[in-house]
T-cell receptor, first 109, second 114 residues
């Protein structure tokens, strides 16, 4: 079966750094996405990785290791507005996105 | 403003009733998708369409049907609603159904079936 695992909830302090992990087992791999979803809103795109390594985009970075079936999203200089759920999704061999249940990130002052 | 719109925003429906959720995008995207999102679960794909005139089944298609008569519209129909279809429904679109295609999401429809 196909499986995406990520922690259910994490807590971090404003101004700090947090790493959200995602492990996956899917039928085929055509890339991994990270999305942000604020409560009651639609998911919005953060990053896409298809090759191993780190992709940096401002305060957010995403890392991929295909051999380990592993990715992480790194958020630096945390702000209160970063409180949201972060969704990991893998594009499988049929080009369909398989989604994790999401990690709810709580930022404390 | 370019984007995806969904209607209604929310709906309470009696079991057994028929319901169509509407989705329209103005980005001229070829691919469109319907997901449901339930607490504790990831987004699950119901149906998709890679181009106008074609549709395909996703992970949880039973009890739902779709049509894609043109590029912009992708309605989702529940023929006879059941309580297990209570969920938040998101419509999404992307330029194509291939790799590296960011999906853009509509605001969602919150559906309650009693």
């Amino acid at each position: 079966g196909q499986n995406i695992d990520q922690p259910t909830e994490m807590t971090a302090t404003e101004g700090a750094i947090v790493q959200i992990n995602c492990t996956y087992q899917t039928s085929g791999f055509n890339g991994l996405f990270w999305y942000q979803q604020h409560a009651g809103e639609a998911p919005t795109f953060l990053s896409y990785n298809v090759l191993d390594g780190l992709e940096e985009k401002g305060r957010f970075s995403s890392f991929l290791s295909r051999s380990k079936g592993y990715s992480y999203l790194l958020l630096k200089e945390l702000q209160m507005k970063d409180s949201a759920s972060y969704l990991c999704a893998v594009l499988d061999s049929n080009y369909q996105l398989i989604w994790g249940a999401g990690t709810k990130l709580i930022i404390k002052p | 403003i370019a984007g995806i719109t969904q209607a209604p925003t929310s709906q309470i429906l009696a079991a057994g009733r028929r319901m169509t959720l509407r989705c329209t995008q103005d980005m001229r995207h070829n691919a469109m998708y319907w997901y449901r999102q339930d607490l504790g679960l990831g987004l699950r794909l119901i149906h998709y369409s890679n181009t106008a005139g074609t549709t395909g089944k996703g992970e949880v298609p039973d009890g739902y049907s779709v049509s894609r008569a043109n590029t912009d519209d992708f309605p989702l129909t529940l023929a006879s609603a059941v309580p297990s279809q209570t969920s938040v429904y998101f419509c999404a679109s992307s330029e194509s159904g291939g790799p590296n295609n960011e999906q853009f999401f509509g605001p969602g429809t919150r559906l309650t079936v009693l």
